[in-house]
DNA sequence: AAGTGGTCTAGACCACTAT
DNA sequence: TAGTGGTCTAGACCACTTT
């Protein structure tokens, strides 16, 4: 007898002791199939636990969790003395990330980095307030160009603070460090980043480096990193014309697995 | 005796059994202190569970829920039968929130929203591919423009699929509709959308709409919804002033509670 | 008072990894 | 084989909401 099977089809309603998916993540599946498949609409109040206890015959902890995993994806809401309730579409609460951008470095291509410049300059006002230092002193100017598949990608530029005593600029310049900041490989003194994106016309510079014509909408991701003091120690920024990325995600209830 | 006390300072090394902060979150924010100040840096092996277990006096199962939730966070990785090791800043883990785009409305603010065209029209070739059905069937092409506080934010067009058996259609023309995609108030029959972020840059008409000069860059948010039977019955675009919205988040350890 | 979700215990067994 | 994380049990108590 095999130990274990494949997984169960969704329309299921019972949890399979012998399957590898865990049941919790049944449970989950079940629920999440009874929505998608409207026999919870949105606002409906679901089951309660002990209820769920006892229709799958799992135990209170189990059903907990299931619980979890779908109020943690936003296909319900729970309200403590009340119930579970069905959410239905917000638009509010998608969330998209880098996993394009990941792609795009981590796809086993050519990803390669070439460093343009980099030169010790005076903080002017804005990058000293960006980096929480005094206006005028030195910090270490860069600009880079991300190529992959030899068409380029990226055009970054980024401000450091300039310490002797800490490594982190020689670091920071390998050309490996950059891509290792997306594929989490490599060592970094950096604890914590702020990003933001923002929608930008190239300049006549930033479409040279890409080489693309004018005029082109581009992604501008901005960041700064702190170390484990919390102090800034890189500013700076990345071009991306538009129609090399483009950032998806889904609302609602998750399509049937 | 107070039976419940105030917030434990997270250089704290012990769970306080009478605050009113779960046992589990507690010991997630004293491991999380811990990787935030350097105790365990990035690559880091965590203490294994049953040693945590002992340490700070829980249960495996409260051990185990802080462990979920920091990976959840993106502060540590696991191995089953190797342990749990600390994540340093990783761009690819960066996850992008609607936050700000809700703010937008829900901020208590006048939202206004104008229905600015409304027509049957022939799907093209494009249209027809989006929403999954034949050239020349009839849509419902709609063109709104959404004020906050009497400042245009967003200029939206969508095109409905036209089923008289089907209430959605009005429905979603009445005004409030689309506000409540953004906040989730509001009755749908829609039970998932997919989204898309461009950059782009305004053309006449756009930039006529939201009060801009050109040229002037932009986020299009395109969207496709969903019904029960995963039939689309909704695309369209947003088209929103680069300075009007912008996009942030934080990578690597959160800064301290 | 009854029902709900939120938390927690003190174990157990399993799968996986390293030695 | 020993140690690790992953899952699960069968209860318990608490806080909150509704009746």
Redesign the pocket.
Known sequence: MP?KKKLATNGSDRIDRESFE?????LANILRHQVATGVFQPGD???????LVGRY??????V??A??LL?DQGVIS???????FVRGVELGAATFGFKELQDLFSNKQQTQVKLLEARVVSADERTARKLNINPGERVVYLRRLLSIENRPAFYHREYLVYDPTRPVVESEMEVTSLQGLFSGVGETVLKRGDLSIEATILNEEEARQLQVILPSAAFCIEHVFYDLRDKPISWGWFICHSERLRFTTSVGVPRAD
């Open positions: 130990r865990p049941a919790y993540a049944q109040q679901l089951p309660s636990e002990s209820q015959d799992v135990s209170p902890m189990t907990r969790r619980i979890n109020s729970t309200a403590q003395g009340r119930g579970c």
